[in-house]
């Protein structure tokens, strides 16, 4: 059974900094490309950055050049440092293997003053 556990998130005033942790078990952490979701109040859920199992990046526009996504496949853990946060950030991050398995509860990030 996956399990994939987030934490890291909190509230932050605009322009700093988090580092999200995602801690998976139950897969072959190494095969999988890995990616990081978040979800707005009233929004859909989006995919703002995925890492693959050789470590080619991708993100979406709106965090280009301010979220960085690593992963450690020795710890099956996925990360994403997050600086020059924004307003616009404020969601719930979740982290999940492509294609998905089953969803985390998440880890809430507010980006406010």
């Known amino acids: 059974q996956v399990q994939l556990v987030e934490s890291g998130g909190g509230l932050v005033q605009p322009g700093g900094s988090l580092r999200l942790s995602c801690a998976a078990s139950?897969?072959?952490?190494?095969?999988?490309?890995m990616g990081w979701y978040r979800q707005a109040p009233g929004k859909q859920r989006e995919l703002v950055a995925t890492?693959?199992?050789?470590?080619?990046?991708d993100y979406v526009n709106s965090v280009k050049g301010r979220f960085t996504i690593s992963r450690d496949d020795g710890k099956k853990t996925l990360y994403l440092q997050m600086n020059s946060l924004k307003p616009e950030d404020t969601a719930v991050y979740y982290c999940?293997?492509?294609?998905?398995?089953?969803w985390g509860q998440g880890t809430q990030v507010t980006v406010s003053s």
């Open positions: 999940n293997p492509i294609p998905n398995f089953s």
């Open positions: 139950g897969i072959i952490f190494r095969r999988y490309s």
């Open positions: 890492i693959t199992s050789n470590k080619s990046t």
